[in-house]
């Protein structure tokens, strides 16, 4: 079987949706199944990713507001999926509901094969964040009725948690929806070097180490981790909280940090390399912190299990189908004086922490990114196998 995975964003943007796609990709050739990918050219991005196959980059100008991502060119978009040979695939893969997801409704339905789509964003939330002007209500509908469009051009779904699912039943959606989180490859269990990240930085051996790793976007609710930070040094004044990625609200975080007098207690790590760096980074953590109410999955809280992170987290949409009883994590409701409680208590007791790490490592183990994808092959299955519809929707055989 070959699939042609289409996204408006993969690596060297580094974000879930990347992340999954990658993991999905390395997975399902042992599935049998053959991925290919089309996605935004990124400067540098030949030398990102030099021994990546079966991947089509499309040029694509910056996005006004925003210098990670990436617009691709609808025409050169286009040049590039009608450049590919006839009957070369069985089944369209959407990622991403931009310039993806209608390029690759257009393509299935030319080439007479089904799409399929991942739910990977929360709009209700996303525009509240990026259009504060627009009243929530008046976002919530039409995120409702973008969703709906969207997935009625579509022949199956997939969600990447059960909460995700249940959203999309309560929207009124009615193609078939399938759950298939996204899982961890092996190299996320490889251990990470604590002691070498703390020396690269500067951090002592002995400081109490809070760490928030991912998208620094507003939606990811970081700015509420740094009031509860402020709590946590009243009874843990050594502490220091270390936010790790990029992203649009880096300099409003840089912002309330100073407001708060709290610049020599919180460091920002910026990027960090996957294989390496980055897993050193979770490995040095005291307590991995997360508060996110837009995560359709949070696999950056099984990524801090593998590598013994004590997780404190809200547990909020898809993060519910993660942090489940015997997870190895305190979840905690969003109010500070309750999560600043939880990371001090974990700071505190070196027994919790050991625990809370052995836990951790052995529940990441369950969510296998090989198991995911075979999962995921399955739902591949009967779509490719049913008969083809030609560009006027007769079928062909």
Same mark, same amino acid.
């Given at each position: 079987?070959?699939?042609?995975?289409?996204?408006?964003?993969?690596?060297?943007?580094?974000?879930?949706?990347?992340?999954? /796609?990658?993991?999905?990709?390395? !997975?399902?050739?042992?599935?049998?199944?053959?991925?290919?990918?089309?996605?935004?050219?990124?400067?540098?991005?030949?030398?990102?990713?030099?021994?990546?196959? #079966?991947?089509? *980059?499309?040029?694509?100008?910056?996005?006004?507001?925003?210098?990670?991502?990436?617009?691709?060119?609808?025409?050169?978009?286009?040049?590039?999926?009608?450049?590919?040979?006839?009957?070369?695939?069985?089944?369209?893969?959407?990622?991403?509901?931009?310039?993806?997801?209608?390029?690759?409704?257009?393509?299935?339905?030319?080439?007479? /094969?089904?799409?399929?789509?991942?739910?990977?964003?929360?709009?209700?939330?996303?525009?509240?964040?990026?259009?504060?002007?627009?009243?929530?209500?008046? #976002?919530?509908?039409?995120?409702?009725?973008?969703?709906?469009?969207?997935?009625?051009? %579509?022949?199956?779904? /997939?969600?990447?948690?059960?909460? &995700?699912?249940?959203? +999309?039943?309560?929207?009124?959606?009615?193609?078939?929806?399938?759950?298939?989180?996204?899982?961890?490859?092996?190299?996320?269990?490889?251990? #990470?070097?604590?002691?070498?990240?703390?020396?690269?930085?500067?951090?002592?051996? !002995?400081?109490?180490?809070?760490?928030?790793?991912?998208?620094?976007?507003? !939606?990811?609710?970081?700015?509420?981790?740094?009031?509860?930070?402020? @709590?946590?040094?009243?009874?843990?004044?050594?502490? %220091?909280?270390?936010?790790?990625?990029? #992203?649009?609200?880096?300099?409003?975080?840089?912002?309330?940090?100073?407001?708060?007098?709290?610049?020599?207690?919180? *460091?920002?790590?910026?990027?960090?390399?996957?294989?390496?760096?980055?897993?050193?980074?979770?490995?040095?953590?005291?307590?991995?912190?997360?508060?996110?109410?837009? !995560?359709?999955?949070?696999?950056?809280?099984? @990524?801090? &299990?593998?590598?013994?992170?004590?997780?404190?987290?809200?547990?909020?949409?898809?993060?519910?189908? /993660? +942090?489940?009883?015997?997870?190895?994590?305190?979840?905690?409701?969003?109010?500070?004086?309750?999560?600043?409680?939880?990371?001090?208590?974990?700071?505190?007791?070196?027994?919790?922490?050991?625990?809370?790490?052995?836990?951790?490592?052995?529940?990441?183990?369950?969510?296998?990114?090989?198991?995911?994808?075979?999962?995921?092959?399955?739902?591949?299955?009967?779509?490719?196998?049913?008969?083809?519809?030609?560009?006027?929707?007769?079928?062909?055989?």
């Amino acid at each position: 079987m070959r699939v042609l995975f289409i996204s408006d964003v993969y690596f060297p943007r580094v974000n879930g949706v990347s992340t999954s /796609i990658r993991t999905f990709r390395g !997975e399902l050739a042992a599935c049998g199944v053959e991925t290919w990918l089309v996605a935004p050219q990124y400067t540098g991005a030949a030398e990102a990713d030099p021994e990546e196959s #079966g991947v089509l *980059r499309v040029p694509a100008a910056r996005v006004p507001l925003d210098p990670e991502d990436r617009r691709m060119a609808w025409r050169a978009l286009n040049r590039t999926l009608d450049a590919l040979p006839a009957g070369g695939f069985d089944l369209v893969h959407i990622q991403t509901p931009f310039i993806a997801h209608y390029a690759g409704v257009r393509y299935a339905r030319r080439a007479g /094969i089904p799409a399929v789509a991942t739910y990977h964003t929360f709009f209700e939330e996303y525009l509240h964040h990026y259009l504060p002007v627009l009243p929530r209500a008046m #976002g919530r509908v039409l995120a409702r009725s973008f969703t709906r469009s969207q997935c009625a051009a %579509l022949q199956a779904l /997939i969600a990447p948690s059960e909460p &995700m699912r249940e959203v +999309l039943a309560a929207y009124g959606v009615s193609t078939p929806v399938h759950v298939v989180p996204t899982g961890l490859p092996a190299d996320c269990f490889r251990s #990470g070097d604590g002691r070498a990240f703390r020396e690269r930085a500067g951090i002592a051996a !002995e400081t109490p180490l809070v760490t928030y790793i991912g998208r620094v976007a507003h !939606e990811k609710n970081i700015g509420f981790l740094v009031e509860v930070f402020r @709590e946590v040094l009243q009874s843990v004044p050594a502490a %220091l909280l270390v936010i790790a990625g990029e #992203g649009p609200a880096r300099s409003a975080l840089h912002a309330q940090v100073a407001a708060l007098g709290l610049e020599s207690h919180v *460091r920002f790590a910026g990027y960090l390399e996957r294989a390496g760096a980055l897993l050193d980074c979770y490995a040095a953590a005291d307590a991995f912190v997360f508060a996110s109410r837009t !995560e359709t999955q949070g696999l950056v809280l099984l @990524e801090a &299990m593998a590598q013994g992170a004590p997780v404190v987290s809200t547990a909020e949409l898809g993060t519910r189908s /993660i +942090l489940v009883p015997d997870s190895g994590a305190l979840v905690v409701p969003e109010e500070r004086a309750a999560f600043a409680a939880a990371v001090v208590r974990v700071l505190s007791d070196a027994g919790l922490r050991e625990a809370m790490a052995a836990r951790g490592r052995a529940y990441a183990r369950s969510w296998s990114a090989t198991a995911m994808a075979q999962r995921l092959a399955q739902v591949y299955a009967p779509l490719a196998r049913a008969p083809r519809l030609g560009v006027r929707g007769l079928t062909t055989h």
